[in-house]
Structure formats: C-alpha cells, structure tokens
Nanobody, 120 residues
Framework: QVQLVESGGGVVQPGGSLRLSCAAS????????MGWYRQAPGKQRELVAL???????NYADSAKGRFTISRDNAENTVYLQMNNLKPEDAAVYYC??????????????WGQGTQVTVSS
C-alpha cells in the first residue's frame, strides 16, 4: 500500500523559513505529479504547489516568489522550501501524489498532514 509521509512542519516566526519533505513508499510503479496543498481552520483545502515528473512546476499566487517545490525521483520525495513565511501561511500542509501502485490503477494519494504555525 502506498504511503506518503510528511515531515518538516513546526513553529516559525514571521519572515522565517521551513522546509517540508514528503516521501512516498510502498509498492509503487510510477509517480506522476507530486505537490502540496494546505488547509487552514475554517477554510477549504487549497493548492500550494505542484511539480510534474518532468519538473514542470505550478504555484498558487500566494506562494510565488516565496516557496520553491522540488523533487528527488530516485528517492520518491518531494520538497517544499518556504521562505518569508507569513501568518496567513499557517495551516496543515498535505502532500499529494498522482501515483500508479504496482498492480493497481493510477490514483490520488495523500499524506497525513504536517502543521505549520507562523507566529511571533
């Protein structure tokens, strides 16, 4: 069974930086797009950034210029470098993977989420 495990969340002051990581494991045939979404209390889950298997990236307007998404295909891992964090960036960040497991259909997979708190 495919699992996505995030790490790197925490508490940071405004203007600070965090780096999130998400490793996919289990019986994986192919990983297509990977990315990050976030959900703040009382709000819907929203896209932060996506990266294709060919390293094409897509960012939410709120993330452009401050966040950088990257991936290590050999390690089945996606990263999100977040700089100049603002209080409005506080949320639970979820890893996403468009994955074809071994012997199964292509499917959307999600991590359990990691909390990012931005507070002075």
């Amino acid at each position: 069974q495919v699992q996505l495990v995030e790490s790197g969340g925490g508490v940071v002051q405004p203007g600070g930086s965090l780096r999130l990581s998400c490793a996919a494991s289990g019986g994986i045939s192919t990983i297509y797009t990977m990315g990050w979404y976030r959900q703040a209390p009382g709000k819907q889950r929203e896209l932060v950034a996506l990266i294709t298997s060919g390293d094409k990236t897509n960012y939410a307007d709120s993330a452009k210029g401050r966040f950088t998404i990257s991936r290590d295909n050999a390690e089945n891992t996606v990263y999100l470098q977040m700089n100049n964090l603002k209080p409005e960036d506080a949320a639970v960040y979820y890893c996403f993977g468009d994955i074809m497991p071994l012997g199964a259909y292509r499917q959307a997979c999600w991590g359990q989420g990691t909390q990012v708190t931005v507070s002075s």
